[in-house]
């Protein structure tokens, strides 16, 4: 049974950084794709940030500034969200999917992914 619970949310000013612990349980990182999406106020959920057995995959919009990583001792998914602008807030949900991808023609696509954490809110002012 996979389980994903997010944490770190909360409110940074513009300019700031926050790092998004997603503890995993019932998840083998090498075994599973990985993914962070957000759903910003009024918009569809999007994925930003996936890790599969292509490496990682970047939405646009945060290409450069956010980093995901995941922690295999401790079974923790991460972004590393750098330069925060007002426009990344939003519900910060990730997610895992099983067999990993490979070869996807939209790496981003949230529609193979099969296990949600509840989320966690970022508001950037």
């Known amino acids: 049974h996979v389980q994903l619970v997010e944490s770190g949310g909360g409110s940074v000013q513009a300019g700031g950084s926050l790092k998004l612990p997603c503890a995993a349980s019932g998840v083998t990182f090498s075994n599973h794709s990985m993914g962070w999406f957000r759903q910003a106020p009024g918009k569809e959920r999007e994925g930003i940030a996936i890790?599969?057995?292509?490496?990682?995959h970047y939405s646009d919009s945060v290409r450069g500034r956010f980093t995901i990583s995941k922690d295999g001792a401790v079974n923790t998914l991460y972004p590393q969200m750098n330069s925060l602008k007002p426009e990344d807030t939003g519900m910060y949900y990730c997610?895992?999917?099983?067999?990993?991808?490979?070869?996807?023609?939209?790496?981003?696509?949230?529609?193979?992914?099969?296990?949600w954490g509840q989320g966690t809110q970022v508001t950037v002012s």
């Open positions: 890790i599969d057995l292509d490496g990682t």
């Open positions: 997610a895992a999917d099983y067999p990993p991808t490979m070869g996807a023609v939209r790496p981003l696509s949230q529609s193979q992914y099969k296990s």
